[in-house]
């Protein structure tokens, strides 16, 4: 098992964005700033944790200090964070388990991986 926190207030997945000039799609640098969050979280593991290969379970807890959205978002976040660093590809994760936390005063996100 392996567990880390991000202090202060989670961000949820945001909805991709398209350039009205260009009609490319690209991801909010909100959401982009946040999952490099999620990601140097797990980096920062010491010894850092190798990729797993077999089924994962991920675990996310989600204490919202104020602004409510919705559980999904968050844990499509962690996902898309750690792909390719807490496991080779996301179609391992088997298991997601996942709760919410309202008003809490103090605002995190507490993530667990592990091997299923």
Same mark, same amino acid.
């Given at each position: 098992?392996?567990?880390?926190? &991000?202090?202060?207030?989670? &961000?949820?997945?945001? =909805?991709? =964005?398209?350039?009205?000039? %260009?009609?490319?799609?690209? %991801?909010?640098?909100?959401?982009?700033?946040?999952?490099?969050?999620?990601?140097? *979280?797990?980096?920062?593991?010491?010894?850092?944790?190798?990729?797993?290969?077999?089924?994962?379970?991920?675990?996310?807890? &989600?204490?919202?200090?104020?602004?409510?959205?919705?559980?999904?978002?968050?844990?499509?976040?962690?996902?898309?964070?750690?792909?390719?660093? *807490?496991?080779?590809?996301?179609?391992?994760?088997?298991?997601?388990?996942?709760?919410?936390? =309202?008003?809490?005063?103090?605002?995190?996100?507490?993530?667990?991986?592990?091997?299923?």
């Amino acid at each position: 098992m392996t567990a880390f926190t &991000v202090p202060g207030k989670p &961000v949820p997945k945001g =909805r991709p =964005r398209i350039n009205k000039a %260009t009609g490319a799609v690209y %991801t909010a640098r909100r959401t982009q700033e946040y999952e490099d969050t999620i990601g140097n *979280a797990w980096i920062a593991l010491s010894p850092r944790p190798a990729a797993l290969t077999g089924n994962v379970a991920l675990y996310v807890s &989600v204490y919202e200090g104020g602004h409510a959205a919705d559980l999904d978002n968050y844990v499509k976040i962690v996902g898309d964070a750690l792909n390719t660093l *807490a496991w080779v590809d996301d179609k391992q994760v088997t298991a997601i388990h996942a709760a919410i936390y =309202r008003k809490h005063p103090n605002p995190r996100l507490e993530v667990e991986v592990l091997p299923q």
